[in-house]
Protein backbone atom coordinates (compact mmCIF):
# COMPACT_ATOMS: atom_id res chain seq x y z
CA UNK A 1 0.00 0.00 0.00
CA UNK A 2 1.37 3.27 -0.78
CA UNK A 3 1.12 6.04 2.00
CA UNK A 4 -1.71 8.07 -0.37
CA UNK A 5 -3.91 4.82 0.43
CA UNK A 6 -3.67 5.75 4.18
CA UNK A 7 -4.39 9.19 3.67
CA UNK A 8 -7.94 10.76 4.49
CA UNK A 9 -9.20 13.01 1.28
CA UNK A 10 -10.65 14.82 3.52
CA UNK A 11 -7.50 16.02 5.57
CA UNK A 12 -5.91 16.48 2.30
CA UNK A 13 -8.70 18.89 1.16
CA UNK A 14 -8.42 20.70 4.33
CA UNK A 15 -4.84 20.90 4.07
CA UNK A 16 -5.13 22.61 0.75
CA UNK A 17 -8.04 25.21 2.16
CA UNK A 18 -5.83 25.87 4.05
CA UNK A 19 -2.97 26.63 2.26
CA UNK A 20 -5.26 29.03 0.37
CA UNK A 21 -6.48 30.85 3.34
CA UNK A 22 -3.08 31.27 4.73
CA UNK A 23 -2.12 32.55 1.31
CA UNK A 24 -5.00 34.95 1.77
CA UNK A 25 -4.30 36.27 5.16
CA UNK A 26 -0.20 36.50 4.24
CA UNK A 27 -1.47 38.91 1.54
CA UNK A 28 -3.48 41.06 3.64
CA UNK A 29 -1.65 41.32 6.22
CA UNK A 30 1.69 42.42 4.04
CA UNK A 31 -0.80 45.29 2.74
CA UNK A 32 -1.98 46.23 6.10
CA UNK A 33 1.79 46.04 7.31
CA UNK A 34 3.07 47.96 4.03
CA UNK A 35 0.15 50.39 5.07
CA UNK A 36 2.12 53.07 7.18
CA UNK A 37 5.06 53.16 4.62
CA UNK A 38 7.82 51.77 6.87
CA UNK A 39 11.36 52.69 6.84
CA UNK A 40 12.77 50.16 4.85
CA UNK A 41 16.22 49.63 2.85
CA UNK A 42 16.57 48.57 -0.72
CA UNK A 43 17.93 45.46 -0.01
CA UNK A 44 14.38 44.90 2.39
CA UNK A 45 12.20 45.71 -0.58
CA UNK A 46 14.16 43.37 -2.86
CA UNK A 47 13.60 40.50 -0.23
CA UNK A 48 9.69 41.17 -1.02
CA UNK A 49 9.65 41.60 -4.26
CA UNK A 50 11.96 38.26 -4.88
CA UNK A 51 8.93 36.55 -2.70
CA UNK A 52 5.97 37.98 -4.21
CA UNK A 53 7.80 37.07 -7.64
CA UNK A 54 8.21 33.42 -6.48
CA UNK A 55 4.54 33.08 -5.12
CA UNK A 56 3.57 34.20 -8.48
CA UNK A 57 5.43 32.26 -10.27
CA UNK A 58 3.61 29.37 -8.89
CA UNK A 59 -0.11 30.81 -9.29
CA UNK A 60 -0.29 28.86 -13.27
CA UNK A 61 0.84 25.52 -11.88
CA UNK A 62 -1.48 26.11 -9.15
CA UNK A 63 -3.98 26.97 -11.48
CA UNK A 64 -3.23 23.92 -13.60
CA UNK A 65 -3.59 21.48 -10.44
CA UNK A 66 -6.88 22.89 -9.62
CA UNK A 67 -8.30 22.54 -13.24
CA UNK A 68 -6.86 18.57 -12.53
CA UNK A 69 -8.79 18.22 -9.78
CA UNK A 70 -11.92 19.58 -11.15
CA UNK A 71 -11.60 17.53 -14.31
CA UNK A 72 -11.27 14.63 -11.84
CA UNK A 73 -13.98 15.62 -9.65
CA UNK A 74 -16.31 16.00 -13.15
CA UNK A 75 -15.21 11.82 -13.86
CA UNK A 76 -15.06 10.64 -10.31
CA UNK A 77 -18.38 12.24 -8.68
CA UNK A 78 -22.35 12.99 -9.13
CA UNK A 79 -22.60 16.94 -9.74
CA UNK A 80 -25.60 18.64 -9.52
CA UNK A 81 -25.50 22.84 -9.65
CA UNK A 82 -27.57 24.62 -6.78
CA UNK A 83 -30.13 26.91 -7.74
CA UNK A 84 -28.03 29.91 -7.18
CA UNK A 85 -26.90 30.35 -10.66
CA UNK A 86 -28.45 30.06 -14.13
CA UNK A 87 -25.76 27.48 -15.20
CA UNK A 88 -27.62 24.17 -14.78
CA UNK A 89 -24.95 21.94 -16.23
CA UNK A 90 -22.22 20.97 -13.66
CA UNK A 91 -20.02 19.32 -16.89
CA UNK A 92 -20.38 23.28 -18.75
CA UNK A 93 -19.49 25.32 -15.09
CA UNK A 94 -16.63 22.70 -15.07
CA UNK A 95 -15.45 23.47 -18.53
CA UNK A 96 -16.20 27.24 -17.91
CA UNK A 97 -14.05 26.91 -14.97
CA UNK A 98 -10.82 24.98 -16.66
CA UNK A 99 -11.26 28.13 -19.29
CA UNK A 100 -10.45 30.90 -16.35
CA UNK A 101 -7.77 28.75 -15.15
CA UNK A 102 -6.15 28.46 -17.91
CA UNK A 103 -6.49 32.23 -18.71
CA UNK A 104 -4.19 32.91 -15.17
CA UNK A 105 -1.20 31.72 -16.56
CA UNK A 106 -0.59 34.22 -18.81
CA UNK A 107 -1.55 37.19 -16.65
CA UNK A 108 0.58 35.63 -13.97
CA UNK A 109 3.80 35.40 -15.99
CA UNK A 110 3.12 39.21 -16.85
CA UNK A 111 3.25 39.40 -13.42
CA UNK A 112 5.76 37.59 -12.16
CA UNK A 113 8.65 39.51 -15.23
CA UNK A 114 7.34 42.07 -13.50
CA UNK A 115 8.06 41.77 -10.04
CA UNK A 116 11.25 40.07 -11.04
CA UNK A 117 12.23 43.22 -12.89
CA UNK A 118 10.97 45.39 -10.10
CA UNK A 119 13.22 43.36 -7.88
CA UNK A 120 16.33 43.46 -10.25
CA UNK A 121 16.00 47.03 -9.73
CA UNK A 122 16.42 46.99 -6.48
CA UNK A 123 18.50 44.11 -5.99
CA UNK A 124 21.53 46.26 -7.26
CA UNK A 125 20.95 49.32 -4.91
CA UNK A 126 23.11 49.75 -1.88
CA UNK A 127 22.75 51.81 0.95
CA UNK A 128 25.64 54.04 2.02
CA UNK A 129 25.86 56.34 5.36
CA UNK A 130 26.34 60.31 4.50
CA UNK A 131 29.34 61.28 4.52
CA UNK A 132 30.21 62.90 7.44
CA UNK A 133 32.12 66.33 8.07
CA UNK A 134 35.71 65.73 10.22
CA UNK A 135 35.46 67.69 13.38
CA UNK A 136 39.16 68.94 12.87
CA UNK A 137 38.10 70.61 9.53
CA UNK A 138 36.32 70.13 6.37
CA UNK A 139 37.64 66.71 5.13
CA UNK A 140 35.13 64.58 4.29
CA UNK A 141 35.25 60.50 5.22
CA UNK A 142 34.12 58.26 2.52
CA UNK A 143 30.90 56.54 3.04
CA UNK A 144 30.84 53.24 4.15
CA UNK A 145 28.18 50.59 2.79
CA UNK A 146 26.01 48.82 4.87
CA UNK A 147 26.05 45.13 4.45
CA UNK A 148 22.76 43.70 2.47
CA UNK A 149 21.08 40.62 3.62
CA UNK A 150 22.45 38.48 0.78
CA UNK A 151 26.53 39.57 1.50
CA UNK A 152 26.11 38.89 5.16
CA UNK A 153 28.28 35.08 5.58
CA UNK A 154 26.10 32.34 7.93
CA UNK A 155 27.55 32.22 11.27
CA UNK A 156 30.67 29.12 11.69
CA UNK A 157 29.54 26.26 13.21
CA UNK A 158 33.08 24.96 14.07
CA UNK A 159 35.34 22.28 12.43
CA UNK A 160 35.62 25.07 9.43
CA UNK A 161 32.06 24.39 7.59
CA UNK A 162 30.08 27.41 7.56
CA UNK A 163 26.66 25.48 8.62
CA UNK A 164 25.84 21.45 9.58
CA UNK A 165 25.88 19.30 6.47
CA UNK A 166 27.63 21.82 4.25
CA UNK A 167 31.09 20.86 3.00
CA UNK A 168 34.15 22.36 4.88
Do not use: W
Request: aromatic fraction near 0%; include cysteine.
Amino acid sequence: MTTSEHTDPTDEANQVISCARATENAMQQLCRATLTLPSMTPAEVDTILANLAAATAALPQVANQLSDILERARDGHVLQMDSLTETEDPDLAIATAQLHLDAVREPALGLFRTLDAARNETAHIAVVDRAVKHTSGSQLHPPSSVDRPEERQPPTMGGGGSAPGLPR
